[in-house]
């Protein structure tokens, strides 16, 4: 994924994935910027002030995430 999803998110991920092992990557072939959770935007965090995304972008990138790790 080429945005910097934070550890909690990759964390997210992986706990949804069907398979014994996941790995999640990020800020693979280019950098877009932090994409914050929802959490960091409330606590006002650095990943959240400096994001290209939207509020939001992280949660519905990790269900996307997931239904094609359930789909594999």
Do not use: H, W
């Not at 693979?28 to 400096?50: C, F, H, L, Q, V």
């Not at 939207?54 to 790790?69: P, V």
């Amino acid at each position: 994924m080429q945005a910097e999803l934070n550890a909690r998110t990759g964390l997210g991920i992986r706990a949804a994935s069907p398979f014994p092992a996941t790995c999640v990557l990020t800020m693979t072939n280019g950098p877009a910027k932090y994409m914050a959770d929802a959490m960091s935007y409330d606590r006002i965090t650095y990943e959240a002030m400096n994001s290209r995304y939207a509020r939001g972008a992280a949660a519905k990138a990790a269900e996307r995430i997931s239904e094609l790790l359930r789909s594999l």
